[in-house]
């Protein structure tokens, strides 16, 4: 656990050389962020949740546009007083200040060791202490988020040991419980138990509870800050057990939320988009498809839909990133399980106009196509992390690559072993039924031999589920009788209301056209 000092004895985070050499002047506060911080420190007390929002999301941008391009804000030190010295409010403050540091400048390794202890010590005064705040869930999400981006970050930056200076080995070394995988973990795993938001979530399929109704945020004068914080670190967990290469503990993690319903994880977006990435990439992993397939659908569908409302928020670019990785993903599910009916028509021309060539070559499973397997999973995977530290006896190398590259190794031997498969299915296709010894003879190998890729087949294309139900992923399944192979075909299901809507839409579009025409 890292060292928890109160506000006061919080160290300082910009060295003085630092900031002479970015005119940066850590204690000038321009009356523009003294109205921000007293307004903002205001609206907290008050729990004017509308007007934090405002302030977060719009004014906190606009100021860091305007004056800290390229500079950090003032420091916590300098804007205390004006908030009463609160410590909470400081917290937060930092929380933001770290942030900000992070998307803008390259934190220092002490920076960063700072952060970890600024998170530590407002994560304990919500797990410990009564906090009587609302906060806006996309602050709550932000914070979630970024703890986890930062640990992430931490860990790349400690594996590229190579280049490391004697200053940053001796830190290192001291601070070797900072962003620790096991104090990341447990403050995520201490939210969800704190805040009893499994029971809560139980509660209100019986009817018992409102969380989801009010978006998390209480009505009747308490705070919603711990439970929304609990309920976000599910999310939290999944990413980092995916970051760990562990898909099924995450999924697990995640397992009190429905995804096949709106949800508080759906109120912001990303959130929203965070989990269904994760939730999807963890099935992928674990041979799930026609789940990652359903759901990355729906995503993309929503995006597609909803993108041209957040052009102006600051998730803009990360919305369009994870977009793009999410079709690759796609791409890559649809190869190895052909369940194009599962994909809505206008993500399916999307994706045929961003991959289809590329998902024509894949399904010949030569050289070709495994370097087009190893392009999209590598564009579209999680960063991977090595949690351990690093060995500081043995001669200083970089091992940031290595968590990836046994993922990759792992996801490239799944895809080799289905390249016999290519061949049954295309068999199976054809014929409603067939005997073992033509179908054998057809693929040039013994009957034993095929007894063997028909069982590794059914293996392939079925899963287990979190229930711990055997799933199915085939599009063409079969059984075989007294040496014969029957085929059955999963009929899709014909959708008539998706074509007429989509139909009535294209009608409404002419008659407005029509009615725009002056006739003369």
């Known amino acids: 656990m890292a060292a928890n000092y109160d506000y006061d004895e919080a160290p300082a985070t910009y060295d003085d050389a630092n900031s002479q050499d970015l005119g940066y002047d850590p204690n000038f506060v321009p009356d523009s962020v003294k109205s921000f911080v007293v307004h903002l420190y205001r609206h907290i007390r008050e729990k004017n949740v509308y007007e934090i929002h405002q302030m977060y999301e719009i004014s906190f941008q606009t100021l860091s546009d305007r004056l800290f391009k390229d500079t950090p804000w003032p420091s916590v030190d300098a804007v205390a007083h004006y908030v009463d010295n609160d410590q909470v409010f400081c917290l937060l403050y930092r929380e933001m200040w770290f942030r900000h540091l992070y998307a803008r400048l390259s934190p220092t390794l002490k920076q960063r060791i700072d952060s970890w202890d600024n998170y530590c010590s407002l994560f304990q005064v919500v797990l410990h202490r009564v906090v009587n705040m609302q906060l806006p869930n996309q602050w709550l999400w932000d914070m979630v988020d970024e703890f986890v981006y930062q640990f992430q970050s931490f860990c790349q930056y400690r594996a590229k040991m190579k280049n490391k200076t004697e200053q940053e080995i001796v830190l290192l070394r001291q601070f070797d419980q900072a962003w620790n995988v096991y104090g990341v973990l447990n403050y995520l795993q201490a939210f969800v138990e704190k805040s009893n938001i499994i029971q809560i979530l139980e509660q209100e399929k019986e009817g018992l509870e409102q969380f989801t109704a009010t978006d998390g ?130 993500v399916n021309s999307q994706l045929r106009e961003k991959y289809g060539e590329k998902m024509a070559r894949m399904q010949r499973y030569d050289d070709e196509a495994f ?72 693929m040039e190998v013994d009957e034993p031999t095929l007894r063997t890729i028909l069982f590794s087949y059914k293996h392939k294309t079925h899963a287990v589920d979190s229930d711990g139900k055997i799933i199915s992923n085939a599009d063409v399944d079969f059984y075989i009788d007294d040496d014969m192979i029957h085929v059955v075909e999963s009929k899709p299901v014909k959708r008539f209301g998706d074509y007429f809507l989509r139909q009535i839409v294209k009608l409404e579009g002419v008659i407005n056209d029509i009615d725009r025409i002056c006739l003369e």
Do not use: W
């Open 217 to 346: 945020y209480d009505y009747s004068g308490g705070s919603n800050v711990l439970k929304v914080l609990g309920y976000f670190s599910m999310v939290g967990l999944l990413r980092v057990h995916c970051l760990l290469g562990d898909y099924q503990t995450g999924l697990k993690c995640l397992l009190p939320i429905d995804i096949s319903q709106q949800g508080v994880y759906t109120s912001v977006i990303g959130s929203h988009i965070t989990t269904i990435y994760h939730y999807g990439f963890a099935n992928l992993m674990m041979r799930r498809y026609v789940e990652a397939i359903r759901e990355f659908n729906k995503m993309l569908l929503y995006i597609y839909k909803t993108k041209q409302y957040h052009q102006k928020s600051p998730q803009y670019e990360q919305i369009l990133k994870k977009n793009e990785q999410m079709y690759a993903l796609l791409a890559i599910c649809l190869s190895l399980c052909p369940q194009t009916k599962l994909v809505e028509e206008t």
């Open 371 to 442: 370097a087009i397997y190893d392009e999209l999973f590598s564009y579209a995977c999680p960063k991977f992390i090595t949690p351990s530290a690093p060995s500081f006896e043995e001669p200083l190398v970089n091992y940031n690559q290595d968590a990836y590259r046994l993922q990759l190794k792992l996801f490239l031997h799944e895809v080799k072993q289905q390249q016999l498969l290519s061949g049954v299915r295309t068999f199976l296709k054809v014929y409603s039924t067939i005997s073992l010894g033509k179908l054998a003879n057809y």
